[in-house]
Nanobody
Framework: VQLQASGGGLVQRGGSLRVSCAAPGFALADHAVGWFRQGPGEERKGILCITRSGGVVDNLESEKGRFTISRDNAKNAVNLQMNGLKPEDTAVYYC?????????????????WGQGTQVTVSS
């Protein structure tokens, strides 16, 4: 079983993208799900996490208000909506499902990773 991240692409500064995380054969609704990103030469960083009950943990204060995370349980998916994109948002975006229903800072709690989707923001 693997998470499938999709929706990345090339967008101009100020534009919007929505990336989605699907989980065929895995009940994503039962797990906390986080979005991470890794820019060129950078460490992977958590962005937002959503708990099983829909609570949101914001890991990247600088993106507050620009990025939102949501569940689409009918589609067994978790989405990351990104608005007002900047060139520094350029990165590979990954989703990850926790072993648990709550969000955690410990990457050892990640049960499944997605393969990543590239987001490139041009200036």
């Amino acid at each position: 079983v693997q998470l499938q991240a999709s929706g990345g692409g090339l967008v101009q500064r100020g534009g919007s993208l929505r990336v989605s995380c699907a989980a065929p054969g895995f009940a994503l609704a039962d797990h906390a799900v986080g979005w991470f990103r890794q820019g060129p030469g950078e460490e992977r960083k958590g962005i937002l996490c959503i708990t099983r009950s829909g609570g949101v943990v914001d890991n990247l204060e600088s993106e507050k208000g620009r990025f939102t995370i949501s569940r689409d349980n009918a589609k067994n998916a978790v989405n990351l909506q990104m608005n007002g994109l900047k060139p520094e948002d350029t990165a590979v975006y990954y989703c990850a499902a926790s072993r648990y229903s709550y969000c955690s800072d410990d990457l050892r709690d990640v049960y499944l990773w997605g393969q990543g989707t590239q987001v490139t923001v041009s200036s």
